[in-house]
């Protein structure tokens, strides 16, 4: 079992950054990729960014691609997401997830969710 708990989310302008965190809490978090997601009023969660076990690698959506940079600290249970260049299209519940293994860009592969933190731009 991981619980996951994201904060850093909030009110930001266009252009503006954020830096989402997660902290998670259970056994064996380094045996977990990390991915985040988000989800807009009145559309599905999709995908943002993922990181693997060991922070080598990452994936990340192409419309975030070059602007949001995912980072994980497997000392601390951690795992991060640097937001940069924020658009108002950013805006959306960002949900932090865990799935056990290989690294994973599909929301049915994560076993395990955040409550979810609210990230607004504004234009």
């Known amino acids: 079992q991981v619980q996951l708990v994201e904060s850093g989310g909030g009110l930001v302008q266009a252009g503006g950054s954020l830096r989402l965190s997660c902290a998670a809490a259970?056994?064996?978090?380094?045996?977990?990729?990390m991915g985040w997601f988000r989800q807009a009023p009145g559309k599905e969660r999709e995908f943002v960014s993922a990181?693997?076990?060991?922070?080598?690698?990452?994936n990340y959506a192409d419309s975030v691609k070059g602007r949001f940079t995912i980072s994980r600290d497997n000392a601390k249970n951690m795992v991060y997401l640097q937001m940069n260049s924020l658009k108002p299209e950013d805006t959306a519940v960002y949900y932090c997830?865990?799935?056990?293994?290989?690294?994973?860009?599909?929301?049915?592969?994560?076993?395990?969710w955040g409550q979810g933190t609210q990230v607004t731009v504004s234009s």
């Open positions: 997830a865990a799935a056990w293994g290989l690294i994973q860009t599909a929301a049915p592969g994560y076993d395990y």
């Open positions: 259970g056994r064996a978090f380094s045996s977990y990729a």
């Open positions: 990181i693997s076990l060991s922070g080598s690698s990452s």
